[in-house]
């Protein structure tokens, strides 16, 4: 029988609520962070999306930035929305001029991100998207999002729209510009316990 996979979703601010009620359909264990410890025993982290700025500053405040590095270190898979992606990210461009034009990032993604890549709160949109590896296009949402204008050589391109990569796995990093959390299309959501489970079985396979 297999295991139900425990993942955790980053519940400092932004769309938490929704990731957890996907991934309890399908079936995982869900628990809510907001607090180091509350990491324990977790295989997975889903940064949302929300607002990077202001997340960031939360994670200062709770003293988070090392225990999800930990997290993911001793083999936990991590996966950034829209804001969580670019927290995820190895360089931040459009960080806010008032804190200098610098953001502070996991930096556990060797991208560049662009931040509001694809425009302001009113150029929100919703698409099909073809995602690699998928047989059926995704439904996604795209608010405020940012874009990937440059990937690492150990950084697979899943899904791109207009020419900007908006879908991106790097082994155990995962990292989405848009937001799947916000429709009824769990299939990004299946690939993240998928992952899970595969990180899990590696586990065992060391073991023994």
Known sequence: ?????????????????????????????VREVRLPGDLEGLQGLVL?????TTMGRLLDSFDLWKPIRELHFSGGVLWGTCAGA?????????????????QRSFGLLDVTVQRNAFGRQVDSFTTQLDVKGF???????FIRAPAFVRVGSQVEVLASIAGQAVLVQQDRVLGSAFHPELTEDRHLH???????????????????
Do not use: C
Request: aromatic content about 4%; glycine content about 12%; charged content about 25%.
């Open 48 to 52: 949302p999306g929300g607002e990077s």
């Open 135 to 141: 047989d059926a296009p995704l439904e996604a949402v």
């Open 1 to 29: 029988m297999r295991e139900q996979p425990r993942v955790g979703v980053l519940a400092l601010q932004g769309a938490f609520r929704e990731h957890r009620r996907h991934f309890e359909a399908l079936g995982a264990s």
């Open 190 to 208: 299946r690939r993240f316990l998928e992952l899970v489970n595969q990180g899990a079985l590696a586990g065992r396979e060391k073991i023994r």
């Open 86 to 102: 670019i927290l995820l990210a190895t360089d931040i461009l459009g960080a806010p001029p008032q804190d200098g034009g610098r």
